[in-house]
């Protein structure tokens, strides 16, 4: 029996184009002691990154898959093939990189290996949606001698920033992210200067702020004015608006704002012609305003959501959904007197006829820093199976 522990280096959250970076140890758990004690044998070890793409048939029309690429090898259950057994199609893959060969391992003896493997830049974030799932995994295949593969997987989660693998390094070290208490070597230094990088441009992406007016009316004239100070953001940031119903015609009522994300199939993979898109909320903001002059929402954009993207098969993007309620006639408050002369009551009007409409103002979601996403990752860093 040999326990297999995969552990990586930093989290399970990383940017495209960043260093995975995996120890995997390989363990014969039996003390020397024990009477069933004996060596034990691996013929070799192999890892791979991939990621796999899943489509609900119900949404998404793929093209026929091509015959003719059957590999009559991947059935055999001693050849190494990451996505063995998982659904959907294999879309990116890295080469496959040989962990060791015929490794002896005495009673109570470990062994590890470490895997570092580039992100590809060109492939699409991880996603979970209503239509598609993108979904990355670090593949470790073990096999003994003269028996089927096992294989261990590691699922991780993977941020793209478009953008990053085409900006020019500045030649000038002094004005480069850096760290100075670390000499690496040239090649080395840029790939751990990519997440410093990639979080100076997402800081001047979404720190620009400019103020943004917005006159909200419907047929019967003006219900109020809305006021946001950036349109572009990182996941964990929080979209902070204000009203302002004081120089309005039309009394509001109540008003939502729902944070929503809009995932649409392209054209030419649509199931049905004019499919409609899916919608997922991700927070609200509900508030009853009659009399009230101004009021403000504040919704939080989960670290564990999908940034907005594009691939040539789905497109994600960011949006506020607002919904108004408002008074289809004059004012709503009724005065009633008691049976005293000075005593006053206010009550409510016990009916009245209202206009609903809603207004949609799309947003920028930009990724933020893996470290960060990786604090509420569903995945687990660390990944064990015994063969």
């Known amino acids: ?17 960043e260093v995975l970076e995996c120890v995997i140890t390989f363990t014969n758990p039996l003390s020397a002691s ?21 489509a609900s048939e119900n949404r998404v029309a793929l093209p026929p898959s091509d015959g003719s690429k059957h590999d009559v090898q991947a059935e055999n259950e001693t050849v190494f093939v990451p996505n063995r057994g998982e659904r959907g199609q294999c879309i990116l893959s890295t080469p496959p990189k040989i962990l060791f060969c015929d490794l002896r391992l005495d009673p109570g003896e470990s062994k590890s290996y470490s895997y570092c493997e580039t992100l590809p830049v060109d492939g699409p974030p991880s996603f979970r949606g209503q239509s598609v799932k993108y979904v990355y ?6 096999q003994r001698v003269n028996s089927p593969i096992k294989l261990l997987r590691v699922p991780f989660r993977v941020l793209v920033l478009h953008g990053l693998k085409d900006y020019q390094f ?25 997440a410093d990088l990639a979080t100076e441009l997402l800081m001047v992406a979404t720190s620009r702020r400019s103020l943004h007016l917005y006159n909200i009316s419907n047929t019967r004239g003006k219900v109020g004015t809305f006021c946001i100070f950036k349109t572009v953001y990182k996941i ?18 109540q008003f939502s704002v729902s944070l929503q994300t809009e995932e ?43 940034p907005g993207f594009t691939t040539n098969i789905v497109s994600l993007k960011w949006r506020l959904h607002f919904e108004f309620v408002t008074s289809g006639e004059s004012a709503g408050t009724c005065l009633v007197r008691g ?17 609903t409409f809603s207004w949609d103002l799309p ?24 063969i």
């Not at 029996?1 to 184009?17: D, H, T, Y």
């Not at 024990?34 to 899943?54: D, K, P, R, V």
């Not at 995994?137 to 073990?142: E, R, S």
């Open 170 to 194: 500045p030649q000038d070290e002094a004005v480069a992210p850096s760290n100075p208490f670390l000499e690496e070597e040239e090649g080395l230094k840029k790939d751990s200067r990519l």
């Open 1 to 17: 029996m040999i326990e297999v522990l995969a552990k990586l280096g930093r989290g399970s959250v990383f940017l495209a184009g």
């Open 137 to 142: 995994k670090l593949t470790i295949g073990c």
């Open 264 to 306: 649409s199939i392209q054209e030419e993979f649509q199931r049905r012609r004019g499919q409609p898109v899916s919608f997922t909320m991700h927070a609200r903001h509900q508030e009853s305003c009659l009399h009230t002059a101004q009021s403000s929402f504040s919704l939080p954009i989960p670290l564990s959501s999908t």
């Open 236 to 253: 964990g940031e929080d979209v902070i608006g204000t009203f302002n119903f004081s120089e309005g015609d039309i009394p509001c009522l």
């Open 339 to 355: 049976n005293q002369s000075e005593a006053v009551t206010w009550t409510g009007v016990e009916q009245m006829e209202v206009d």
């Open 34 to 54: 024990s009477t069933s004690a004996s060596s034990e044998m691996l013929a070799w070890a192999s890892a791979q990154i991939h990621c796999q793409f899943h």
């Open 363 to 386: 947003i920028k979601v930009l990724p933020t820093n893996p470290i960060l996403a990786s604090y509420v990752s569903q995945f687990s860093s660390t990944n064990s199976i015994t």
